[in-house]
């Protein structure tokens, strides 16, 4: 009897470890929140630019087979890690076939997902042709505080045009002078920047990552929308402000591309 008990007692130690173990692995796999990791600061975002080697469209399509469920298997392996975003920018871009942008609390997490994004049939077959690295903040200008009404502004320009179907990254570079300004001049540049862009900002989404210090650049910028006569008008409106006379790059590239699923976007590239 105290035999049976004894090995009862083992018996249910072992179902709660297992349940245990399975409750841990189960957190482990949980998916970053996507609403709230694009609106946190402090998050860290890798957009990189590839093109595909001509050998792979030389590859039978037998031989291409599973390459895009290779690259999702690895997307859902790192999605408690990172978020990743794909774009097609063949036949948009002549340096690039798509481009992907990951997002991460931590950047050795993207560094991690990106390794591993290499190690895929695609991936090897993939040259790099841009990355860009950058980090989220709160606005350093246009806030509450320092520029209220046009604060109010920004809050109220919503955007209204429907699913995106364009991805646009500009990078930038300012000059010496524009980081030797005060910082009350600074203030005054972009508030004159953020003027002319509200009535845009209902067609175009936009994000910015600050990036001096960790690529060759100062910012880079991200916009989404469906409208690209939009975004060109308010590109136009950009360059017409006195900001733009600080800038040593801007592009160089310019990364358009069309939002899809990372499914989608590998599914096209492996036919």
């Known amino acids: 009897m105290i035999l049976i008990r004894k090995q009862r007692a083992a018996f249910f130690a072992i179902?709660?470890?297992c349940l245990a173990g399975l409750t841990f692995s189960t957190a482990a796999l949980a998916e970053i929140d996507r609403g709230?990791?694009?609106?946190?600061?402090?998050?860290f975002g890798i957009v990189a630019t590839f093109r595909l080697r001509a050998d792979w469209d030389e590859m039978t399509p037998a031989d291409r087979r599973g390459a895009a469920a290779?690259?999702?298997k690895t997307v859902?392996?790192?999605s408690g890690d990172v978020l990743v975003d794909a774009y097609l920018t063949r036949g948009l871009n002549a340096n690039s076939d798509y481009f992907l942008r990951v997002h991460s609390y931590e950047l050795t997490k993207g560094q991690d997902f990106m390794v591993d994004f290499r190690r895929t049939l695609i991936g090897r077959y993939s040259e790099v042709t841009e990355t860009l690295v950058g980090v989220t903040k709160p606005l350093n200008y246009v806030t509450p505080e320092k520029s209220?009404?046009?604060?109010?502004g920004l809050k109220s320009a919503t955007y209204q045009g429907g699913m995106p179907r364009y991805a646009i990254v500009i990078p930038v570079q300012k000059n010496a002078a524009w980081w030797n300004m005060t910082a009350a001049e600074r203030l005054a540049m972009a508030e004159g920047h953020t003027i002319p862009t509200l009535k845009h900002?209902?067609?175009?989404?936009?994000?910015?990552y600050h990036s001096t210090g960790l690529s060759g650049l100062d910012f880079i910028t991200y916009f989404e929308m469906n409208d690209l006569t939009a975004f060109n008008n308010l590109v136009i409106a950009l360059m017409s402000v006195p900001e733009n006379l600080y800038h040593t790059r801007y592009g160089d590239p310019i990364i358009l591309g069309t939002i899809?699923?990372?499914k989608d976007v590998f599914e096209t590239l492996e036919r």
């Open 76 to 78: 859902a392996m790192h």
């Open 201 to 208: 900002l209902v067609s175009v989404k936009r994000k910015l």
């Open 70 to 72: 290779e690259v999702v």
């Open 148 to 152: 209220p009404e046009l604060n109010k």
């Open 36 to 43: 709230m990791i694009l609106k946190e600061s402090g998050v």
């Open 15 to 17: 179902v709660v470890a």
């Open 260 to 262: 899809h699923s990372v």
